[in-house]
């Protein structure tokens, strides 16, 4: 808090809001207070007050229709048994004759007066012996059961198969013996609109179990209803929930309960504003929907909310004039403070303080545009700060653009440009020169056995050392993994043995201890010379590649200069025999899938499981992809292998509902045009959540072709797929391509997780594509977790997940923890 300048004391303080509302309160409470909220209160309490009225009423309206229609039917049930003159030649006759011929003579009279449907005799065994008229749909077995439960007495049963009818059964008596049972069947239309006369409600009836089936209603599954055209497009609109509902609590208008009844259910309709409600149980089995047209209720209630609105507009307009009127003095500060703020975007930062209107000073309380200036001015000292930062991580950025982050080597990027300048001179001036390529020997068991933490220490000290032998006017480069690139300039062929010789003793003479191990390696050293040998920096790293395979197929240890009339035998024997390995191993299935799991940090939980491909030789020994990719991609094999991997990847999701799983995509896989319909394939034939499939495609396939693997990728992405972006920050143009790419997920290249526990720098980096990755809306992975301090490092620079040999190593099976949590 700034002091006065005048008393050397703290000013006072008061809101800008603060002193607006002082004068504002009353207005603002009378208004849109205690107005808007009595009106809507009080016309929503009337109308539910009302309404819970009338369906009470309704209820008993409509439950005292049908008890109506139930005792006329009794009144009748004992005088149809009498129907027609009894006669000399009509006395010997039985009951049957009897009912028949009553019935033939005032049947048609009971059907219009009393609008029976239909008539049965039943025999004492409960078989139907008489149907009146003959046409009359048969009663069932359950509703036979239901109407002779009695002996005596009778029994009252609404049943609504396919159309809502009244039975009424009574025992019949002839000549003093019981003669069966008697059934009158009456429809309830009469009752319906005798209902809707009355309360000027609609009503419709429907079984709830859905028994009464379609038959031929005129509104499928509502045996009876009122003006069907009118009520049926009402209650399909606005109460299709009710038809499944389960009864609420009994609504009683008396001290007998009425049955269970919904609130209503309200809605518009054609303008028109309706209530539904539900009664369950009007009679077993069978249930109605009342609808009431509320029209008149509702715009009430909707004109009381106008008006309120209206009211709140009014105190709004007074409240704005009155702000407007005690802001005029402020706005010379604020147009200050707006003048000065986009200075910032300039680095103007000096302009932007004298600018700034001071604080304090005034006869007035400070208020928030005091505050607003204390806030641009710690704004513009953190920006300058920040500045300083981003420009400090600038130059990193352009280092590792250039440079191994493990080795602080050149990386190959760099390498081939300097290489190619090196050509050009050697070319101009016809100097010579040779390039070493040095691949370590059994590198990869110094990982398996202690872990990459302990491979990195090797390679770091190799390049250390090797650095110390070589001359300023060598280019010496990590090209990746354990292989290393040098090249001598103006150098024969005698010169670059005697050099190659000089850094395998170098080499040989390096050992790392881990615990009770001591770790030692040896380097295969090809050789080619320039310009005899190439002219292009990617044939003479070629030529030297195939001069060092040669040098490991005679053993380790080796150096091998290139002869260019074994070029081709040596690059086809090798193409060849892993060629026939890789057609075998898709032949006999001797591909695996091996599973390591990729934690969510927070948690300390698994997020899902990257698959890693191996391949298992005919002695049963696994062989690990760096043999066989290679020699895959040349060949063409690689899109067979990667179909293979995603059918394999696809067939275990579908078997294990838990997993999630990402798979690594060839470089060639986006410019397979069967890619896209392969994923389509397998995902119809086995019925799994696509987003539990990930794919991972590495930076520089996607760059290589942006616009077709943007395409691509976007087109799996509409399956519900997700990407991964692979080994990100390796390449240069990462940052300017990762909004192009349809990615969810960033792998941080392993380089630069290594040593995240000592480098500053790799830090500042992680962090950053961590940020960068949020705020498009990405989740960030690091890869070569190896030990616990790099893993609270990630949790601390907001990475989300994390992989490694300290949470788990590929496996066979996946493994299900339990994993660490950082906290």
């Not at 009818?165 to 003669?179: E, F, I, N, T």
Request: glycine share 8%; hydrophobic share 40%; proline share 6%.
């Amino acid at each position: 808090m700034t002091r006065s300048p005048a008393t050397g004391t703290l000013p006072r303080f008061m809101s800008l809001r603060w002193q607006a509302l002082i004068a504002l309160s009353l207005v603002l409470f009378l208004v849109n207070g205690t107005l808007a909220y009595m009106a809507y209160q009080q016309a929503n309490a009337q109308y539910e007050l009302q309404q819970s009225g009338v369906r009470e009423n309704q209820i008993r309206q409509l439950r005292g229709l049908v008890a109506r229609n139930f005792e006329e039917m009794t009144r009748l049930v004992n005088v149809i048994p009498l129907l027609g003159p009894e006669t000399e030649a009509n006395q010997d006759e039985d009951v049957g004759e009897r009912l028949r011929r009553g019935l033939e003579s005032e049947g048609t009279l009971l059907g219009l007066e009393w609008d029976l449907r239909s008539i049965y005799w039943l025999t004492p065994a409960g078989r139907p012996a008489l149907v009146w008229p003959v046409d009359s749909p048969p009663l069932g077995p359950e509703l036979i059961r239901s109407l002779t439960r009695q002996e005596e007495g009778v029994d009252q049963v609404l049943a609504c198969q396919p159309e809502c009818l009244q039975y009424l059964s009574a025992p019949l008596l002839w000549r003093g013996q019981p003669a069966g049972t008697l059934v009158l069947g009456r429809s309830l239309a009469d009752a319906l609109l005798a209902f809707h006369r009355l309360t000027g409600a609609e009503v419709a009836l429907f079984t709830p179990d859905g028994t009464g089936g379609e038959g031929q209603h005129l509104v499928p599954g509502f045996p009876a209803m009122t003006h069907p055209d009118r009520t049926a497009p009402i209650i399909q609109a606005l109460a299709a929930g009710l038809l499944a509902a389960q009864p609420a609590a009994p609504i009683p208008a008396s001290p007998e309960p009425l049955g269970g009844a919904f609130k209503g259910v309200l809605g518009e309709f054609k303008g028109d504003w309706y209530e539904v409600f539900r009664l369950d149980d009007l009679a077993p089995g069978v249930s109605a929907l009342v609808v009431d047209e509320v029209t008149a209720e509702t715009r009430a209630i909707q004109s009381a909310i106008h008006n309120s609105i209206l009211l709140g507009i009014g105190g709004l307009i007074l409240s704005g004039s009155l702000l407007l009127w005690l802001g005029q003095f402020s706005v010379r500060r604020l147009r200050r403070v707006a003048t000065a703020l986009p200075l910032l975007a300039e680095s103007r930062y000096a302009e932007l303080r004298e600018i700034l209107p001071q604080v304090g000073g005034r006869l007035t309380p400070n208020d928030e545009l005091d505050q607003l200036s204390q806030t641009a001015q710690a704004l513009t000292d953190r920006m300058e700060q920040l500045q300083h930062d981003r420009e400090e991580a600038e130059s990193r950025l352009v280092w590792m653009a250039d440079h191994d982050p493990l080795t602080r080597l050149h990386n190959r990027r760099r390498f081939n440009e300097d290489f190619q300048r090196i050509l050009d001179q050697a070319q101009r001036y016809g100097h010579q020169g040779a390039v070493l390529f040095l691949d370590l020997d059994q590198f990869k068991d110094i990982n398996d056995l202690s872990g990459h933490q302990v491979g990195d220490l090797m390679l770091r000290r190799i390049a250390d050392q090797l650095t110390k032998l070589i001359r300023p006017s060598d280019l010496f480069a990590r090209l990746g993994g354990d292989e290393f690139a040098l090249v001598l300039p103006e150098c024969d062929k005698a010169e670059a043995l005697v050099c190659a010789e000089r850094l395998q003793r170098a080499i040989r003479g390096i050992e790392v201890r881990e615990h009770a191990r001591i770790h030692r390696v040896t380097a295969t050293v090809g050789i080619a010379l320039f310009p005899d040998q190439g002219h292009e920096p990617s044939e003479l790293l070629a030529n030297a590649d195939i001069a060092m395979f040669q040098g490991k197929e005679k053993g380790t240890g080796r150096i091998q200069c290139f002869a260019p009339e074994d070029k081709a035998r040596e690059l086809m024997d090798a193409r060849v025999t892993w060629r026939d390995k890789i057609s075998e191993g898709l032949r006999a299935d001797r591909f695996q899938l091996h599973f390591q799991p990729i934690v969510a940090i927070a948690t300390g939980t698994i997020h899902h499981w990257e698959v890693l491909l191996r391949l298992r030789d005919p002695g049963g020994n696994l062989v690990h992809p760096d043999r066989f990719i290679p020699v895959a991609e040349k060949s063409g094999q690689i899109l067979a292998i990667d179909h293979w991997v995603m059918a394999q990847a696809v067939q275990r999701l579908a078997r294990d509902p838990r997993l999630r799983l990402s798979i690594n995509l060839s470089g060639r896989a986006l410019d397979d045009p069967a890619l896209l319909a392969d994923v389509e394939r397998l995902l119809g034939e086995h019925p799994i959540d696509p987003s539990r499939l990930i794919f991972e495609v590495t930076e520089t396939a996607a760059v290589n072709s942006l616009v077709q693997a943007t395409e691509l990728m976007g087109s799996i992405q509409r399956l519900g797929c997700r990407f991964a972006l692979d080994d990100f920050g390796s390449g240069y143009a990462s940052y300017a391509y990762l909004r192009q790419l349809p990615v969810a997920e960033v792998k941080i290249d392993g380089a630069f997780i290594r040593d995240l526990e000592h480098n500053r720098e790799d830090r500042i980096f992680v962090k950053a594509i961590a940020d960068m990755a949020h705020g498009m809306g990405k989740r960030v992975t690091a890869e070569f977790v190896e030990n616990e301090a790099i893993y609270r490092v990630l949790h601390e620079l907001g990475v989300d997940h994390a992989q490694g040999y300290f949470l788990g190593k590929p496996e066979a099976e996946p493994a299900w923890g339990p994993f660490p949590a950082p906290g």
